[in-house]
Structure formats: C-alpha cells, structure tokens
C-alpha cells in the first residue's frame, strides 16, 4: 500500500556533500511522519533523523546534528536528507521510513514502512 523509492546515494570524499531523496506513494504523505536509518556492513540500523507529519519538529542523532538536515515537500510527496562535510564513518545503506500514524515521529519504533535503500560511501 505504501511504496518508499531513494535515490541520491554515491562516492563521495571525506569532506564532500550528498543529497538523498525519498519517493512517496501509495497514500497521503503529509499525514505521516518520515525518517532516515542507515546500517553498515556488520552493525545494527541507526535512527539518523525524523521529521514530523507538518515537517515543524525534527531530530537528530547526534553524531550527524550540524552536518544533515532533514526537509519534507508534501506537495511533492518527497522528503530529503542534505548530508554535508561527510566523514568515512557515514558510510552506509541509507533507508527512507515512514510511520502508520502522526504520534511518536519520533521514536525509531514508530517506522513500519520503508523503501529499498541507497549506499553511500565515503573516502578518506
């Protein structure tokens, strides 16, 4: 019923930027919030960022606050993830997510649908 494309993953020196896009269908975008995970080879998925269902709430993991910035276009049924001064430990499949309801956005439990998944890579 809900169908999440990425797009915008690559190679990219340490250093450099990238700009991940996340597709919507399949029911009404601006209802839900939006998140991006990512795992790398051997570790465990991370809540990297979320944004509420009106796009006026975000968060953040830590380790990438100041660097990335999540945005949504709900008349364009899309939602970004600007990745500035990438270091190699960002390295990984970057996934757009989407909750089943308006609450707990915020909570990494909330996110049941997701897409296919981009690579990144960053070189040293």
């Known amino acids: 019923q809900v169908q999440l494309v990425e797009s915008g993953g690559g190679l990219v020196q340490a250093g450099g930027s990238l700009r991940l896009s996340c597709a919507a269908s399949?029911?009404?975008?601006?209802?839900?919030?939006m998140g991006w995970f990512r795992q790398a080879p051997g570790k465990e998925r991370e809540f990297a960022a979320a944004?509420?269902?009106?796009?006026?709430?975000?968060y953040y993991k830590d380790s990438v606050k100041g660097r990335f910035t999540i945005s949504r276009d709900n008349a364009k049924n899309t939602v970004v993830l600007q990745m500035n001064s990438l270091k190699p430990e960002d390295t990984a499949v970057y996934y757009c997510?989407?909750?089943?309801?308006?609450?707990?956005?915020?909570?990494?439990?909330?996110?049941?649908?997701w897409g296919q998944g981009t690579q990144v890579t960053v070189s040293s």
């Open positions: 399949g029911r009404t975008f601006s209802s839900y919030g």
């Open positions: 997510a989407s909750t089943k309801a308006r609450s707990n956005w915020y909570l990494s439990e909330a996110y049941v649908y």
């Open positions: 944004i509420s269902w009106s796009g006026s709430s975000t």
